[in-house]
Each structure stands twice: as C-alpha cells, then as structure tokens.
C-alpha cells in the first residue's frame, strides 16, 4: 500500500480497502462501563444476560388468599372447603407469596362465613401466580451484543439486575480546520475573510451519528503547525479530519504531512464534488483529509467517513432510504466521475418529482434545500428531463407527501407563507423554488408544483397573468387565485446619487446596472418598459448581468457593485435602498386543480385570508391587498 | 371542567380535551439563545433571516486577472486587448474582486508577451465572479420557526452570519416514583421488593423526544409525602409525571392530590394497558399520573404524553409508521376498551405476519421484544387468526426484511446465535419465539417463520423429526438442517436432597415436579418416558404446571418453588443444579426453501460449520456436534 498521489480510485473500492486496512491495525469501537439507566441509544457492546429473574419472586397475580393447593382438592358447589384462619393468608396483586403456599385463590371467589373461608372450587396448584422469571430469566440472554438500547430494553435491563453494563464509548473525533483566510464565524467578516463553517457542519453531522467531536483551532497554512496539530489529535482522539488544503493545488501539504505520521492510501476519489480527499491512517487511526468546500466536505464526511463510524458501532445503523423520482431538468454529468447532485423533490400528483440544485460546491444552501441526492455513476454523461431515476432521500418520504411544492416568481411573501403554514400545522412544509413567472407557468403544466407565484404583464391591455394562462392552459386544470398588489420600481443607492428617475436614465454612462433572469416577471415588465420608451437593451451596462431573485439583486445595489436594477418595493426596504415606483403589479397564484383539495393548499387558503397574512406583509412594505385567497379563474 | 373519578374516556378524545385545556392555559414551548454551532437537531423558535451575505465579498471564481471588463471590449483573435500591469491584478479563486474590476479572465485564457497581456476575447462585466448573495442573501429568510435544524442548516445560518439563535428549550419532565414496596434497581432484591425501573425507561423515552428529565426519589404512598413531591417538581419543571398510585384500588392518593394542586381534567381513559391515567394541570403545566405496571406506564406515556411534547415543539416530529400484516394468532378484546397488543413481526414470503406477544402489564420484555403494536379499537371483539390487519412499526421495516424469524423449539443456543448471526452482519438480526418443537412446524407449514427448531421423537423407531417433518410436509418445500445432539435429564436441586433418580421417582409423595408446556418436544419425551415406566402423569404433583422454556423450569428449581422438572444440560448448568442424563436427543433446524437463499440463512449456516459456535456450545455445556448446518433431508 503506498501513497497514491492524486489518484482517481472509485468510491467502493477506496471505501472498501480503507476499511480493510484500518481493521488490519487493529481498528474497532472502544468499550466503556455505563449505568444501565443512562445507556439510552448506546450500543451494548457484549451480548448481555439476565443476574436476576423477573419476577424475583412469586407473587400474586391477583388481590384474595394464599394457601397449599392441595388443602382445596375435592372441593365442589356442595361440598366446599372450609378453611380457617392458620389455612390462608390475605394477599394483594404483587405480594409475595407467603411460604409453603402454592396458589391464590381470587377474591370474588372467597366466601367467608362465621370466620370460616368456604371455597367451592378446588384450586390448581400456582394458579394466580406470577412465577419466577416470567418475564426474564435469570442466565437469559436479554440483548445481544452490537444492539441500540432502546428505553424497554433499559427496563428489561434493570428488571433483569443489571444495573450498569458496557457499551460501545462514542468514538472521539478530532476536527482541524486549516487556510490562512478562513476565520471564526462573525456577523462582520472583512472582504476576503472566509467563514469557518464546515467544522460546525461536519461536527453536527457526527453527533447524530452519536460521535463526539473536538474542533481545533483554526490552523494556518503551514506544514509544520499543520503537522503539530495533526500529533495532538492523534493524541487525544480516535479519529482526526483535517480540513482544507486536500487539492493538489499550492498550499497543500496535507497529504505530505499525513504520509509523513503515518500513510495516505489513497488521495483522489473518481467523485464529484469531493474529489480531492485523503484516505490516511496512523496505525488504527484514520486520518481524513477533507476538502475545502462545504459541499464536497459533506460529501467526503458522507460517504467515507460515515462507513467507519458504523465500523465502530457495527450495530447496522439506519439504512439509506431511496425513491424513484422524474427529473425536471437534465443533469449533464462528466464520465471521468461519480456525481452526486442534490435535487429538491416534490410529490405532485402521486410521484415525485426532482429538481436539480446549483451544483457549486461552495453553495452550502443548496444542502439545506436539498430533499434528495441523485448519484450519476462514474461512465454515464447524465439524464435526460422527464427520465425516472433513483433518489436517496434526505428527508422522510411522509415529510414530502405534506409539503407543497411552490416553483414560479420569487417574492419574500413566499418564504413568509412556508412560515405561517408550518407554524399552523407542523405536519405541513413549503418548498419554493425560484424560476421566473413563465417558468412556474411550465412547471404547473408539466406536472412539477403544485402552486406557482406569477405576475405576467399583458403588453396588449396592461392585464397580469390571465391572456397567459389561458394561452398555456387550453384544456384548463387550474386555478388563478388571488395574492398581492405590489409595487414594482427602480431600486438605487441609498440617497439616489445617480439621481435616477426613471427606466431611461438606466442607459447612462457610467451606471451599473443588475438584471433578473431571462423569463421572470421583473424582466419581462423591464424589456416591455425600455421598449416602450424607446431604450435599446445594448446601451445598458450590465443588461446581461442576471440574479434571480429580488433580494440579490438588491444586495448588489446595497454592496456598491451595481448602481441600480428593477424590483419590488420590499425587497428594497430589507436594504434600505431608495426606490423609484414605477408601477403597482398583480402578484397571483396560480394552483393546480389536482392539488385544490390537498391539506397544504387548504391552509394556505385559509393564511391568505387571515389578518397574520396582512401584518406581515405590511412589516414587509410595499404591497396592496383587496381579497386574497379569491378564486379569480378557473378554467 | 370537573374531575371525573375512573371516567372511561375514549383516548382521542381525551387527548385533544387534554391538549385544549393547557393550551388555554398558556402551555407552550419556551425559548431559549444558543450558539448556532450547538444547535444541531434543535428547533427553531422563529423564523431566522440572514445577516449577511454569502458570499459576503464578490469573489473570484477562477484563477486568472481581475480587470475592468470594458477595457476589453472588441478584443478579437486579430485585435486583441493589451493590457499592462497596471490594468489587471492576479487573483485566485475565492480571493476578493479589487476595487474598480468588474471581471475575471481565467488564467489558460491569459497570453504573456513581453511584459504584457493579450486577450484575444473581450470578457463580460461580471464574468467568473461569485456575486454577492450568490448562496445566501442578507434579509433572506433561512429557515421557518419550529423547524429541526439540521448539519447543513447549521452551514447556511453560519454563512449568514448568524452566530446564536432563538431555540426550543428542551421542556424538563419531572418524574415522581411512588410505592410503599418500590425499591431501586439492584442485583440483590429482597422477596416483595419491586425494583422501581419505570422512571428510567421514561427518561429514556423522553431523551428520545428531546426532553431532559429529572427523576426525584421514591415517594411513600402518603398524601402528604406525594403533594409535597409534586410541589417541588412543579417549581423545578415544566411537565410533572407522577407514577403508580393512579388506580382506584387503595393506597390511591394521587388523584386526590392532583385535585388539590391543581385540576383532574380526567381519571381513567378507555384504553387497555393504561385505563387508570390521571390527566391532571395546574395551568399550563401538565401533571400526569402513569399506572404503575411498566407496560401501561409506556402506553399512556407514549399516547398521552407524546402529543403534549409534540405540541410543545410544534415541528411536526416524526410520523408512526404502519403496515399490513397477518395474523398468526386470534387476538381477543373486551369491548368496553381501545386495547393495544404488543406483536412480534416477521416477513416471511414477502408478508408480514405479526404473532401477539404476552399482554400482562408487567411483563416489561415483551415491550422490548415487541416488533410492533396493534390497536383494537372499542366495540370491537378483536381480529382473527389470518386477518390482515393494521400495525404500527416499532423498528424501522428494512430491519425486519433483513431478519431471520425463528419459531418453534427452545435453546439458549438460539440466543447464542442471533449474537453471532448480528455479530457477523450488523444488518442482519435473528428474532426467536418460543413455541415448542410441534408449534414451530405448523408455523413452517403456515409460512409464518423461515426457520423452526425442533427434536421430535418417533416413539416407534427412536428417531428424530423424519416421522413428522414427512407427515406434516407432505408437498415438501423444507430442508432439515442437522444443528446438535444435547443431553436431556431430570433437573435437580444442588445435591440432590431427594434422591432421585428415575423419571419413576418423580410421582413420589411431596415431590413438586415443573413441566413443560404441550406441544413442546420435552414434554412428548416425558409423557413417552411416563407411558414407557407405566407412570400415571395425574399421580405427578405440579404435572400441569407448565412453563415455556428450560431456563424457566430450572429457574423455579433453584428458587425452590418446584424439586425437580425435565430439561437439557445446559439449562441446568446455568443455575448450577444437579443433572440426571436421561437420553441424547437430536436438536435440528427445519428450515424454509423460500429462505434458503436469503442473506439471514446463508450467514446462519456459516456460524453453524463456525469454530465459534462449536466455542460457544462448548462453554453452554451437554452438547455434542457432528456436522451442523449439514442438509439431513430435503423434501
């Protein structure tokens, strides 16, 4: 086994024979001693057998009289059994049963008579009795070895007499965050700054795998502290991830120093994103390299760490959930890899539908959207949109089932929405995915969401939405429902000092100007606004300069790196830019006939009408309300 | 509302009755600030919007220059842009955009000629930049109230640059043991002790749900005692658990008590394990008294407890999972209640089949052993052997695909190898229920069990299993799979102080014989030993006393409640009895042909050819192998 520089292995083979080498030297979950009464979720570590029988000792499985069986023999409706006090003895449910007795007659059936007990039936020798060790025998096995302890076995456990016993220790591991420009999290980085996350992502990761875990200090980019740091962990845990600096780039000397502790079987993984990780171990230490970038760094944690910390347990852990799914959007993918791309998915009409993230493996948002994982294998260009493909799911496949599925036009109110409808039933979700009016329209009639936020402006008459829905939707099947009015204008620097006025002074020399996508609302009422005064699109700096959602557009203007660019007034207040108003917009709904009468759409009828719907739009600014929630066709 | 002493409340409607009344009380899931980098698997208070951008900087995302993209406007491959150095600065990916560019150029599209730069293509404002906001805009909305936060979430608030965060403080339940009798748990109980472990099986159910728990010594069943204890628990937390004392019988206080700290909202609860719950409150805090059995403390703690953490959450937790299964045997109800049956689950033959486990409220293992519940509803007399019939999971259902039902004869050795078989394969399991060789059979024929142990003995011939599995099987469809030879005999007090010595010796006056139950293949070979000695089985005192397993009966020997009963060595070995070797009988494994093939049998008959079992065997001790896991007949 020697050191593979920027090797191109796949993923089960590196997975496996890392594995294999870290079990040669002797790799496998520590035991410790804990008190039974806290081994809540903790592996056993042996298989365990019963001290002591449950029950300990008989005792009476109902409230009457003990006695000797056989002093009722031959007892009959006309000849009963006459006892006297010395024959029996008073017993409640769980009292012991009193020596020499062998069963218990039930109270209904003791007749007393001038201090005399009659018995008109024989009892059967240890009737009414709970024997010793019904419930568990003393020598019995009552949980085998490498088994979450779940709060019954605890009870059967303490029951049993075992009141501490050994677990599997949770393994230790030791995070290094290393580079020169990544600092702490803050509120206030400076230009260039890198935030510090992935070890509070990778440490999160870990404890719901009942790791636990120690961060380092951030370390700089230097082989001798880098190694130092490495010595230290090695020291105090059982597993050390050293984060960063796992390319091939300059800078790295991650793998040169874990060879130099101990050895790199592998650095390069045929996986996208993740490619650059380190399989490196010290004796029966792994050491990880991961790389920089939060999503390939879930990755690698995900798919190559992940199997050692099962190694560890070896209890079996939880199994991988998948579904089919139809994609939406093609994923073209490189041959040379095995990709991962984390998709949103929806259940929209009875199957679920995926669509595809932003695959940049620096956009950690992406993994928090993202409800499944698509795996393209290494040899495969992709899929086509509209194939059925294999999804792991993130999520648990009854959370998709309640979560409605909104894909059009962004505006801040949706994101208040998927609030307010979680907050009043917490069984239900909304997803939104940002494409544009025309692109929710598409969605809707491919069968993709069930909702869709629209605003398209009728250049004929200065209507919204109904001249396309009609056009788009022959054969009907949905619903226009009313939503806001909201105010559409020019968003500028704080204190216009561009003074700006109106859509024809956005040619000028000199102005920067930021755009929304091809096929939003936004854009489409700013191509029909130059058009109308006379303005060629060309002249425009910035033109092709496309964000895809008021506020990063907003956020451009706010940052100095643009000078001006079309939104709504709300998205303008959240920065405190100035605003130009330049027209009051229909913003609507447009909802799938086969979703009407889910719960999902139910109770975001019932928001669009509440007074909570109102304040906080007001909160936000900028919108005009008449009668949301307003069927205002339906075809 | 008025307390309603031993109501018979259906269990919904006492739930929601429950959940309304502390709600109008203010009850409510309380906040409290952490650090975003602990928050994993919390939920959040309010909806949390981002601080900042991410990226908080333009960024670079190429290696190359950074330059102002209308320098190069009109570059051609025959009129490229020249650029000196004061037009461009290096810059690598991730690197901060320097003040005034507007543009990276990636460093392959970068010509070097004397000093200069040639670009031979113009580059568009914005090209190759990370824009501000590209992940996370600042004002955006990151995550809903009431929602779990997960690892990558964790990433993205980072990002925003949000560092502590408004969270669901984990409610603190306080739990009050009370009993005269109640003691804790110990190896070494006194006869009448009962070990006091239902406070710690409820602390661990709550941990699951994410709630800390603080349990209080035992109370004595004195009013006062108990009032005082809730007072305290009432100051300390936020829910109060008062358990046993909550049937009508005497020694019942706690009601009574409630009453007087606060309101019984409901005392008793249509439900069966669990009618005598107390569904107490002082304003918004809960007080619920539990029955004292372990099994109805569950089922009121998993049904009546549970919403009330749900609720104070609200994050819609996780969905019960159901399934369909079949019956293997009538279960009976009473009307009068909704009555949960704890069931063991198996597929075999690609179905679930479910066999009700024993329903005594205190047989704490079977809570344990339970694969599954199913729910009787009132009014209904129970369901059929053979139904299909509705159940709740209780393990996830790719663990019950992937376990190896064994129904039929006992032996510890079966323990031994559900170790080994989870010990080899931590994804697969071996679940075992203890019928006796004939029930094991019929549920091979039934297709209710993939294997079944067994040792029939043929009185004509002295064989084993042939006569029946040929008899039973008359289609075929099964393997006879040779296991081990073990030595049955008379089970004895330690020395023997009865002097026996013949299966004849047993009807002796005095004597207190244990047996087993019918249908086991011990007792078809004492009833053959009996008939074989000319014994009149009804002469034998204790002959319809009947336990189900070896350890059972030998443990009612060494506790002295029986002198003698028939059983295999190894039993006898465990508890240290003498041993009278009556015969050595054949113990083999009757194995499905629909299971041959699945990974649970091909790893079994691995371990049965294994130098471990035989190890194992070997400490068990009256076994003797030949060639295990060897197909003996195959029909």
Not at 558 to 580: E, R, V
Request: glycine share 10%; aromatic share 6%.
């Amino acid at each position: 086994m020697k050191a593979n520089y920027l090797t191109n292995v796949p993923l089960e083979k590196a997975k496996d024979n890392y594995l294999k080498a870290l079990k040669e030297n002797g790799f496998a979950g520590q035991k410790e001693t804990i008190k039974t009464k806290d081994a809540i979720g903790r592996i056993t570590a042996n298989a365990i057998y019963a001290a002591i029988n449950a029950p300990h000792y008989p005792a009476s499985a109902m409230d009457g009289i003990a006695l000797v069986a056989s002093k009722t023999f031959g007892a009959s409706e006309t000849t009963p059994a006459i006892l006297s006090k010395k024959d029996y003895i008073v017993v409640d449910t769980g009292d012991p049963i009193p020596d020499g007795c062998d069963a218990v007659v039930m109270i209904e059936d003791v007749i007393e008579k001038n201090g005399k007990v009659y018995l008109y039936k024989p009892a059967s020798p240890w009737q009414h009795i709970r024997q010793i060790g019904e419930d568990i025998c003393q020598g019995e096995m009552i949980v085998p070895s490498h088994t979450r302890i779940s709060a019954s076995t605890i009870g059967a456990l303490l029951a049993g007499g075992i009141v501490s016993l050994d677990v599997i220790k949770k393994p230790l591991v030791g995070i290094i965050p290393t580079g020169d420009e990544i600092v702490k999290p803050s509120a206030n980085p400076k230009p260039g700054d890198i935030i510090e996350f992935n070890s509070s992502i990778f440490s999160g990761m870990l404890k719901e795998w009942n790791a636990d875990t120690k961060v380092y200090p951030i370390v700089k980019d230097k082989p001798d502290k880098i190694k130092e740091a490495i010595k230290k962990a090695l020291d105090a845990c059982d597993i050390v991830i050293l984060n960063a600096g796992s390319s091939a780039g300059r800078d790295d000397y991650s793998s040169k120093v874990i060879a130099e502790l101990g050895e790199v079987l592998y650095h390069g993984i045929s996986i996208k994103p993740g490619k650059p990780a380190i399989l490196g171990l010290k004796e029966s230490q792994p050491i990880l390299g991961v790389p920089g970038y939060p999503v390939s760094g879930i990755i690698v944690i995900e798919e190559l760490l992940k199997p050692i910390i099962d190694e560890w347990f070896r209890d079996g852990g939880k199994e991988k959930e998948f579904a089919k799914a139809v994609l939406t959007k093609p994923i073209v993918s490189g041959l040379k890899y095995e990709e991962f791309v984390r998709v949103k998915l929806g259940e929209v009409d009875g199957k679920l539908v995926a669509s595809p993230l932003n695959r940049g493996a620096g956009v950690v948002s992406s993994f928090m959207k993202a409800d499944g994982i698509v795996r393209v294998p290494e040899k495969t260009e992709g899929f086509n949109a509209g194939e059925e493909i294999e999804v792991e799911l993130l999520k648990p496949r009854e959370a998709l089932s309640n979560t409605l599925v909104a894909i059009g036009s962004h505006d801040p109110l949706i994101d208040e929405l998927a609030d307010m409808l979680h907050s009043a039933n917490p069984k239900l979700y909304l997803s939104s995915t940002h494409v544009g009016s025309m692109g929710g329209l598409m969605a809707v009639k491919r069968g993709e969401t069930h909702i869709a936020g629209t605003h398209l402006l009728d250049e004929n008459n200065g209507t919204y939405n109904y001249a396309f829905i009609e056009k788009y939707f022959p054969k009907g099947g949905v619903r226009l429902v009313e939503c806001v009015g909201r105010t559409q204008g020019i968003m500028v620097q704080k204190g216009n000092p561009l003074k700006i006025k109106a859509v024809s002074d956005l040619a000028k020399e000199g102005l920067r100007y930021v755009n929304r996508q091809k096929g939003s609302g936004t854009r489409i009422l700013f191509d029909y606004l130059c058009k109308k005064d006379g303005i060629d699109t060309a002249s425009i700096y910035g033109y092709d300069r496309e964000e895809f959602t008021h506020s990063s557009v907003a956020t451009q203007i706010a940052n100095d790196t643009a000078d001006a660019g079309m939104g709504i007034y709300s998205a303008s207040h959240i920065y405190d830019l100035d605003f130009i108003p330049i027209c009051t917009e229909v913003y609507d709904l447009l909802i799938s006939d086969s979703a009407w009468d889910s719960p999902m759409v139910k109770e975001l009828l019932k928001i669009l009408k509440s007074n909570e719907f109102k304040e906080r739009l007001e909160k936000l600014g900028g919108y005009t309300l008449n009668k949301p929630g307003q069927v205002k066709l339906h075809l």
